[in-house]
């Protein structure tokens, strides 16, 4: 699977839009790519995820460049509840041999912390 | 609520003795997955199962891991043995069949080995 690039920690004032960047350069054209988030001693949550198209849902929305080299996950009002660590992963969709393409590769992540 | 749910959440332990975890993933979610995460880490694959059959595993998995879903419904991850390296956080993660795939995380077992 592709490498992603994250910034290590971001800060955000409660209420304002938090955008997180990833670089992923080496996507491949049939890796999709997925945002985990994982409050405090809790397990990853799912948040988002897309191919090409941008995708919003009723937590983030998804912002993929048109060469897919990059993508941008907004939380549109961020609470004090958003503070967490959000991973942007990207994993090859499921190949007609199956196999190993479902592991997630977490990196390190971005420390999102929204302030009051 | 039918999310993925682990047991313990929390074990201590002394090195050398063994212990297990159990998972039960989302009812009718035939995938399941094994993670460890470490302090400041993301989460690394361990293994994966789909249905009973264990399909994958990590480099990570050393001999004194293992893992079972007996009837393609609960797992359990057992390490023998244990060594104050495996003190870590257990995750488990489930997804149901087709296209989409995505994993839904339990809680984890946060296993401690004195």
């Known amino acids: 699977d592709a490498k992603t690039t994250q910034p290590p920690s971001m800060d955000c004032a409660e209420g304002r839009a938090a955008n997180l960047p990833c670089n992923h350069s080496t996507i491949s054209g049939n890796e999709y790519v997925y945002w985990y988030r994982q409050i405090h001693s809790q397990g990853p949550q799912y948040i988002i995820h897309?191919?090409?198209n941008n995708e919003t849902n009723e937590m983030a929305s998804l912002i993929i460049t048109e060469d897919r080299k990059s993508s941008t996950l907004i939380l549109p009002h961020a609470t004090l509840r958003d503070t967490a660590v959000y991973y942007c992963i990207v994993r090859v969709a499921r190949g007609r041999s199956g196999g190993s393409n479902y592991k997630l590769t977490f990196g390190k992540g971005t420390l999102l912390t929204v302030n009051p | 609520d039918t999310g993925v749910s682990q047991d313990p959440r929390h074990k201590i332990t002394k090195r050398g003795q063994n212990v297990t975890f159990r998972c039960d993933p989302i009812?009718?979610?035939?995938?399941l997955y094994w993670y460890r995460q470490t302090l400041g880490q993301g989460p690394e694959f361990l293994t994966y199962?789909?249905?009973?059959?264990?399909?994958?595993k990590s480099r990570l998995l050393s001999d004194r891991f293992s893992a079972e879903r007996p009837k393609g419904s609960f797992s359990t991850l057992e390490i023998q043995r244990t060594e104050q390296g495996d003190s870590a956080m257990y995750l488990c993660?489930?997804?149901?069949?087709?296209?989409?795939?995505?994993?839904?995380f339990g809680p984890g077992t946060r296993l401690l080995v004195l």
């Open positions: 009812s009718e979610h035939n995938r």
């Open positions: 199962f789909q249905n009973e059959a264990q399909l994958e």
């Open positions: 897309g191919l090409k």
């Open positions: 993660a489930s997804s149901p069949r087709g296209l989409k795939e995505t994993q839904y």
